[in-house]
């Protein structure tokens, strides 16, 4: 039987990148996949890329920073579907390249929002629901290798990455006693979206990053969906309060 089967699952920033990839692979794997992004056209895209592939989604205009907006999709996933069982708490945005005495409070402020204080939302909102469901649930969250080790100009990204791990940690410990698991996943260099802006889709800046990584290769978006699918379904069952790079080697360094 598929990994996931009969579990319904939250991916946030699911339109493009890490979380369209993950979509598909939990769909594949027998998730009801719910997909919430703020660009509607590509989460309509990825709709009917899990549904091609033999799975089920549905989509959902929501912007992770608003608390409103999150409490009202896990209330209607969990009055049509019964239940909620995961979550991919994986929205994000980058943040400015330059050094902290370059970045303007206001810049600093959007990325902690959208990173930090969205997946703070969204784990509140989700464990109030997967402990009133008694089943419980599990809960994985998109950090980075920048949330593991210091970057010099990525102040607001790093620092809202690595309190996505202390978030994680924290509520593992928490809610284990309510069968709610936290984990986070700490992806490298991973051929996206937001990639392409980092590097300016330079091939120069580009294979130097490669060059930083033991396996020498960035990663494509689904082995970051393969992971997070594992994390979510029962096959992990014992495993709570891990930040668990997916980078090539590159943190081992
Ligand atoms: N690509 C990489 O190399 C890499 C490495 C480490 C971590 N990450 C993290 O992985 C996650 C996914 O990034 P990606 O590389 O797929 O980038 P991406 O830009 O392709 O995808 C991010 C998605 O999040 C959505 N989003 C942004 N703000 C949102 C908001 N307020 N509410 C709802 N949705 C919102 C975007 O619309 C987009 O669909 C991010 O958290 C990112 O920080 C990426």
Redesign the pocket.
Known sequence: MAMLTNKVILV??????????TAKVLGTEGATVII????DQ??ATTVEMVNDSGGKAEYHH?????YEQVRALVTHVAESHGSLDGAFN?????GPTAKILDVPVEAWERVI???LT?VFICMKCEIEQMVKQDSGGSIVS??????LIGIPGAAS?NA??HGVIGLTKTIALEYASKKVRANA???????????D??TDASVKIRDQLIGAVPMRR??Q?SE?GETAAWLLSDKSSYVTGVAMPV?GGWVAQ
Request: aromatic residues 4%; negative net charge.
């Open positions: 946030t920033g699911g339109s493009t990148g890490i979380g369209r990839a919430a992004d703020v660009q590509e989460g929501v912007d992770v920073s608003d994986n929205a994000g945005i980058e929002r959208v990173n969205g998109t950090s980075s290798a920048a949330g990204y809202s990455k996943v700490c992806p490298g260099f991973i051929e996206t979206p937001m990639l802006r980092v960035v990663a978006p970051i980078d």
